[in-house]
């Protein structure tokens, strides 16, 4: 139904800066809230940021208040991470998700998902 591929990962020192990107396939991009999601080596899954539908709504895991900021652009049929400040701990495989139902930040139901882009913030 949504096609998402991320891009913008890559290698960063600490203190810097990064911007995500996730492209949506369709003209229904706006039907859909969206997150962003990582992944660290031995780690599961975690919920790092989300936006409503209309991005009037948004909300942040505690590990990343005022460093990460999400947004979209539904024109572009985007939605963005940008990542400043970022920390060794940031390190993940950062995966972009698509949730159809009622916005529910971080306890939405993510149906379709995007293949990941590597995150390495070096100490």
């Known amino acids: 139904q949504v096609q998402l591929v991320e891009s913008g990962g890559g290698l960063v020192q600490a203190g810097g800066s990064l911007r995500l990107s996730c492209a949506a396939s369709?003209?229904?991009?706006?039907?859909?809230?969206m997150g962003w999601f990582r992944q660290a080596p031995g780690k599961e899954r975690e919920f790092v940021a989300s936006?409503?539908?209309?991005?009037?709504?948004?909300d942040y895991a505690d590990s990343v208040k005022g460093r990460f900021t999400i947004s979209r652009d539904n024109a572009r049929n985007t939605v963005y991470l940008q990542m400043n400040s970022l920390k060794p701990e940031d390190t993940a495989v950062y995966y972009c998700?698509?949730?159809?139902?009622?916005?529910?930040?971080?306890?939405?139901?993510?149906?379709?998902w995007g293949q990941g882009t590597q995150v390495t913030v070096s100490s």
């Open positions: 998700a698509a949730d159809p139902f009622y916005y529910n930040g971080g306890g939405g139901k993510y149906n379709f």
């Open positions: 936006i409503s539908k209309s991005g009037v709504f948004t």
């Open positions: 369709g003209r229904t991009f706006s039907n859909y809230n």
